[in-house]
């Protein structure tokens, strides 16, 4: 058995495409590594070994959440290592390149590998001098690195030439030697293929182009040439994290309410997020409510958004995972949460309804089509003939969706999500099409339409 199967346990967040690390230091305490604000699935791992968090460790300013170190620091006594080009506001050990931490019998190596972000740091773990493996954070992933233009488009490529070197750094690490990013399949700080979360040192040097670029020029082309949108909120959370998110005295709820308290919320300002699944929107939901169905990709739609200092009020159906909906929020940084309305109380209180369309791929002929879905998605095959707006970018766009619209995305959740925001915005001839252009091509026989 070897030291990952043995003393590495990943946990994934499949929502954010992230994996955080609990490496079990084999006397009780654990090292975490880029844990999130949600720390229940890092918990459960801890206990269930009888370990407690001795140290915590962050790569970078994370953008996408939340970091859990402080939480840890508190709760645990962790001792938070970080970059020191990180200027954190927070009591933490501030590590330099170079710089190793005696984990007791491990150590922990900081290596600068900037490029994600300017003070990224990567954490070589060895045991004596025998390279088991690199926490990598944003800078070496599985197949790819992960964006330079967080920090803005007019850095982009300054950051890309610094991930070039960062990369060819990390690669002059022992083929044998294990890489654990936190970046993955599905985050929008990234853009990796397959579903691989690990990997090695040699294999990325096989099969990573960016690795296999001839010259620095091509990797800068081939990386920023990758690079999609991302969700609003990733503009925000470097600085709180640098700032340090507030510590969680107590287990958060979610407040019942009953429609005279919703009412009241809503003539002061608060929105209401219906997080039911499609076909209960469909059939009936708040004027105005925004449907962001309660799934792994919850949080990222909550944060592209809506700002995050509105107060949310969530419409809910009869055993929806309340702890669940609380910590994607919190763990993105939305703590104004109102409260939870069950829809029933909505029904019997008399409150007015709205419905929308659902329609299957084969009734949707003749009607023009609005794809909500990425670029990449969109070019990659669509309708033919369908209008491509992000669902990121719809609300600033809403006057562009053709009338009459079926809305379209690949199962029904985004598209969902995009038909209540032009609801919001006066439009009230819509349809989403239950499924996604797939179902279209198999229901018509016909092909899908590549490119732009």
Not at 152 to 166: F, H
Not at 257 to 269: D, F, P
Request: with cysteine; aromatic share 6%.
């Amino acid at each position: 058995m070897g030291f990952a199967d043995d003393h590495l346990i990943p946990l994934v967040d499949e929502g954010l495409g992230n994996s955080a690390y609990l490496v079990d230091l084999g006397d009780g305490r654990a090292l975490a590594v880029d844990a999130s604000r949600d720390l229940r699935a890092l918990r459960t791992a801890a206990a269930q070994r009888g370990l407690r968090v001795a140290f915590a460790a962050d790569t970078h300013l994370h953008a996408d959440f939340l970091t859990g170190a402080l939480q840890l620091a508190a709760d645990d006594g962790a001792t938070v290592l970080a970059s020191a080009a990180g200027h954190r506001a927070f009591p933490h050990t501030a590590l330099a390149d170079g710089d190793e931490t005696d984990l007791g019998g491990l150590t922990l190596r900081a290596l600068t590998t900037p490029g994600h972000t300017d003070e990224h740091l990567s954490f070589l773990l060895l045991d004596g001098t025998r390279e088991l493996g690199v926490f990598t954070g944003g800078s070496l992933i599985v197949g790819s690195a992960a964006r330079t233009d967080l920090l803005g488009a007019d850095r982009a490529e300054e950051l890309a030439r610094a991930q070039y070197r960062s990369l060819r750094r990390l690669a002059e690490l022992p083929d044998p030697t294990a890489v654990w990013p936190t970046h993955g399949a599905g985050s929008f700080c990234s853009a990796p293929p397959g579903a691989e979360r690990t990997t090695t040192i040699g294999a990325q040097k096989q099969a990573n182009s960016l690795l296999t670029a001839p010259d620095e020029d091509t990797f800068v082309r081939q990386l920023l040439g990758s690079l999609g949108s991302y969700p609003a909120y990733f503009d925000r959370l470097g600085e709180i994290n640098r700032r340090g998110p507030a510590v969680l005295g107590t287990a958060p709820t979610l407040a019942a309410l009953s429609a005279a308290e919703t009412r009241q919320l809503l003539g002061e300002g608060a929105q209401i997020i219906d997080v039911r699944p499609v076909t209960d929107f469909a059939h009936g939901h708040i004027p105005g409510a925004i449907s962001i169905p309660l799934r792994d990709q919850f949080a990222t739609w909550l944060g592209w958004l809506l700002p995050d200092a509105t107060p949310l009020v969530f419409v809910t159906a009869p055993g929806q995972d309340l702890a669940e909906l609380t910590w994607q929020a919190l763990k993105i940084g939305y703590e104004r949460l109102a409260g939870h309305l069950e829809w029933a109380a909505w029904q019997s209180d008399g409150g007015e309804q709205q419905t929308i369309g659902l329609l299957t791929a084969d009734r949707i002929a003749g009607c023009p089509v609005l794809d909500i879905r990425q670029r990449a998605e969109h070019a990659a095959g669509h309708i033919p003939g369908a209008v491509g707006i992000e669902l990121g970018e719809l609300t600033a766009h809403t006057d562009e969706a053709p009338a009459g619209a079926v809305v379209a995305c690949g199962h029904g959740e985004r598209a969902m999500t995009a038909a209540s925001l032009l609801a919001r915005a006066g439009h009230d001839d819509l349809a989403v099409l239950d499924g996604g252009p797939g179902d279209w091509a198999k229901a018509t026989g016909r092909p899908l339409e590549a490119g732009a």
